[in-house]
């Protein structure tokens, strides 16, 4: 069946570091991936999304790339703020299937 | 605009209480679903709808039973709360599962 592996956390970087969180997948046929973010005591918001191999997702300076041929979907940001600290999950969907990774904590320090 | 409601915010049962988690979205999205979301376990789909009168099982729909009675409404209902039931429970809604969803607050739920 479809799943999605990510990244186990937590990362604790300081401000202004460069942000890498891995994700990959395992599906069949073409799913389309998505990252979303979730600040403390509220429900996931969608933070981008790419449903074509090759395509780019961005948002908010983070973005990540929809790689076919290594099944991944990584989310990057090249200068990470405080606000940026939350928990992070990559998703999939296919055929009303959405697959959720355990999710990455993520803390930025000042 | 309102987005996804989810009510109650929190609630405390004891074993083998029934109890509704409400879900009602004003966005006109045709599917709707639950998860529920446990430490280092991700979101797990319990059930999901894909329209009024369309619902099916997702990942983990043992003890749990959804109806979808209008487009706007999908409630999830325990039928005799046990201690796994102990989690926070999230319900999205989209216009297609593959456009990413619009989430709820969520209900923290504890069963003792």
């Known amino acids: 069946g479809n799943s999605v592996t990510q990244m186990e956390g937590p990362v604790t970087l300081s401000e202004e570091a460069f942000l890498t969180i891995n994700c990959t997948y395992t599906a069949t046929g073409y799913p389309s991936l998505f990252w979303y973010v979730q600040y403390p005591g509220e429900g996931l918001q969608l933070l981008l999304k790419?449903?074509?191999?090759?395509d780019k997702g961005s948002n908010k300076g983070f973005e990540a790339t929809y790689r076919k041929e290594t099944t991944s979907f990584h989310l990057e940001k090249g200068s990470v703020q405080v606000s940026d600290s939350a928990v992070y999950f990559c998703a999939l969907s296919a055929k009303n299937d959405m697959r959720f990774g355990a999710g990455t904590r993520l803390t930025v320090k000042p | 605009n309102a987005g996804v409601t989810q009510t109650p915010k929190f609630q405390v049962l004891k074993t083998g209480q029934s109890m509704t988690l409400q879900c009602a979205q004003d966005m006109n999205h045709e599917y709707m679903s639950w998860y529920r979301q446990d430490p280092g376990m991700g979101l797990r789909l319990i059930h999901y709808?894909?329209?009024?009168?369309?619902?099916d099982q997702g990942e983990v729909p043992n003890g749990y039973n959804v109806s979808r009675s209008t487009t706007e409404d999908f409630p999830l209902r325990l039928l005799s709360a046990a201690p796994s039931q102990t989690s926070v429970y999230f319900c999205a809604s989209s216009y297609l599962s593959d456009y990413g969803y619009t989430f709820g607050s969520g209900t923290r739920l504890t069963v003792v």
């Open positions: 709808s894909v329209g009024a009168g369309i619902t």
């Open positions: 790419a449903t074509k191999a090759d």
